[in-house]
């Protein structure tokens, strides 16, 4: 006799399932496989990082890039302490005693490298300007440093470099004027 075989259920969806399984797994596997790519990419960066490191070309360049820094920092320093050794004290006190012939200092500004010292003022006319200008060089006396704060230097080639004409605050006419002298340190 014959067995009947009895399976009502449709054959189309019986190997949906399995297709469904295999898919899933196959997905999982290339983001594994993905993530393991990424993970040894990673691994070999940090291996090549390392040996750049222990190299001795690596060592040599970060030293003279911290000795570049280091030379920068240091001339920055010593610009900074050649500017506090100016003495400020007898160059305000020198300044004004030839200040009382009318013109009023706007600023003075040492420039350090060239031993120079910038002077920005107004005066009411010229003839006040030329006599502060003429005034300045033989009274004009700077301490030189290293030296006894008694003995001193006179300022050297006083210029008068600019002058131009501007308005006072109550609206009175003014002349803006730029002296530069030389001191010997």
Request: with cysteine; glycine share 4%.
């Amino acid at each position: 006799m014959k067995t009947v075989n009895l399976n009502y259920a449709p054959v189309r969806y019986r190997h949906v399932t399995w297709y469904a399984c295999f898919g899933a797994s196959a997905l999982c596997l290339f983001a594994l496989l993905f993530f393991y790519q990424q993970l040894v990419a990673e691994a070999s960066a940090i291996d090549a990082n390392i040996t750049q490191i222990k190299s001795p070309q690596h060592n040599d360049n970060a030293r003279l890039s911290a000795h570049k820094v280091n030379a920068d920092e240091m001339m920055s320093v010593q610009l900074a302490m050649r500017e506090l050794t100016i003495p400020w004290e007898a160059l305000f006190e020198t300044l004004e005693t030839l200040n009382g012939s009318g013109v009023r200092l706007l600023s003075v500004e040492p420039e350090v490298k060239q031993h120079q010292l910038k002077i920005t003022a107004e005066a009411s006319d010229i003839k006040q300007i030329l006599d502060y200008v003429s005034a300045l060089a033989p009274q004009a006396n700077l301490p030189r440093a290293g030296k006894n704060q008694t003995q001193t230097d006179p300022l050297e080639n006083v210029l008068l470099i600019s002058q131009a004409p501007a308005t006072g605050t109550s609206g009175q006419p003014l002349l803006n004027f730029v002296v530069e002298a030389k001191w010997a340190f």
